[in-house]
C-alpha cells in the first residue's frame, strides 16, 4: 500500500488486499482439492503430509544453496503500471487477486506446493481453507510490515527475506497440522 492512501481508505484498500487475496487463495485451493477428488486420488496419511512439508523443505534449502530448481511460478510481482492506471482500490483487490495464488507471484518457497498438495488430498473444503489461509497470511504480512519500512529500508527488508522460509515452514506446518488433524 502506497503511503498515499490514508485514514478510511487505507482501511478500505487494506480489506479490499486481504479479501482478494484470500478469495483467490480459497478457489486455488478449491480448484486443486475438485481436482484431486475428481480424479480419485487417495487421501494421504498425516505421515506422508509430514514427509511432503519435509521434502519441500529440504527443496528449500537445496534451491538456496544455488543447487536445486525454484518453484514453479512466474516470478514477478504485479505490474508496476497499474498504480498508475487505476485506483488503489482497484490496485488492492488486483495485486491481492495475485497475492492469494502463489505462483502468480514471485514464489520463494516449495512449501506452498506442499500445502496445497496436502490440503487437496483431504478434499476441496480443507483445501479451500488452505488456500484462503495462505492468501490470508500473505496479504496481512503486507499490510503489517509495509507501513512500517521507511523508503531506505533496503537492509531491513533483505534481513526479512532471510526469514522468510521459517515463516513459510510455520505456515506450511501449521496447515499440514490442520489437515492431519482432518485426516
Known sequence: MTPSVEGAERVKVGVLLAGAASATGALAGFVAGTAWAIAHLPRLPAVALAALVAVAAGADIVHRRGWGPPPPSVRRQVP???????????????????????????LVTWLWWAAIVGAASLGPWPATLAGAGFGLARAGVGLAVAPRLPAEAAPRVASLRRREPLAFALLTGAIVLGCAVLA
Not at 488492492?92 to 507471484?105: M, S
Open 80 to 106: 508496476r503500471e497499474w498504480s498508475r492506471l487505476f485506483s488503489p482500490r482497484t490496485v488492492a483487490a488486483l495485486y491481492g487477486a495475485r497475492l492469494g495464488v502463489g505462483p502468480l507471484t514471485i
